[in-house]
């Protein structure tokens, strides 16, 4: 099966602090695409970075950075800084890229950042 | 900007209507996707279509179907809508394949009573 996993249901922060969120997945292509997208309570999905697996170096966009591990199907988002904006659900996908871009989200992560 | 437009925010149906969800992007995409949303199981793949006329079930296409007779739209349909169906509903739109995100719509919170 194709499946993204994130095991974190809920997580909290305190503002200015860091925080990491997990997410594996399975897949036995070898070149394929991950996101992380944040849903605030507003209900626009939004993208927040993405890696294409066959680039090594972890993609970063300023206080978002990405842990990819290829071997370990690990793709983790750590988050610097934490600001009260990033109080959201996040959710990884994977682009399946043999079947036309088919994108499969994992069951999200519930974020809150603390003043 | 990519903008995909789902017709309505909030939708309140009987059971056993007929259900149209209609989803419209205006930057030539070839993708679509229709997803459900529940607390706890993420965004769930009911259906996807990679070109005009083409469909592809995705993990939970019972009770549903879809329609895509022009690129720009993609259509939603519940053929005789159950309770369990009250969820909400997410349109998105995508290059097909390479490095690109999806687009997503604003949502369309469905009610079956």
């Known amino acids: 099966a194709q499946t993204v996993t994130q095991s974190q249901p809920e997580m909290s922060v305190q503002e200015a602090e860091t925080v990491t969120l997990s997410c594996t997945y399975d897949t036995s292509e070898n070149n394929y695409y991950l996101f992380w997208y944040k849903q605030p309570p507003s209900r626009q999905m939004i993208l927040v970075i993405r890696?294409?697996?066959?680039?090594?170096q972890n993609a970063t966009e300023n206080r978002f950075s990405v842990n990819f591990q290829k071997a370990a199907k690990s793709f983790s988002l750590k988050i610097s800084d934490s600001q009260l904006g990033d109080t959201a659900m996040y959710f990884c996908a994977r682009m399946i890229y043999n079947q036309g871009g088919k994108l499969i989200f994992g069951q999200g992560t519930e974020l809150s950042v603390k003043p | 900007d990519v903008k995909v437009t789902q017709s309505s925010r909030y939708l309140v149906k009987r059971t056993g209507e007929k259900v149209f969800l209609e989803c419209v992007q205006d930057?030539?995409?070839?993708?679509m996707f229709w997803y459900r949303q529940d607390p706890g199981l993420g965004l769930r793949l009911i259906y996807f279509s990679y070109d005009v006329k083409m469909k592809e079930k995705g993990d939970i296409p019972e009770g549903y179907s879809v329609s895509r007779e022009k690129k720009e739209r993609f259509s939603l349909i519940l053929e005789s809508a159950s309770t369990n169906q009250t969820s909400m509903y997410l349109c998105?739109?995508?290059?097909?394949?390479?490095?690109?995100?999806?687009?997503f719509g604003q949502g369309t919170r469905l009610t079956v009573v």
């Open positions: 890696q294409e697996a066959y680039k090594q």
């Open positions: 930057m030539d995409h070839e993708n």
């Open positions: 998105a739109s995508s290059l097909f394949r390479g490095n690109t995100e999806a687009f």
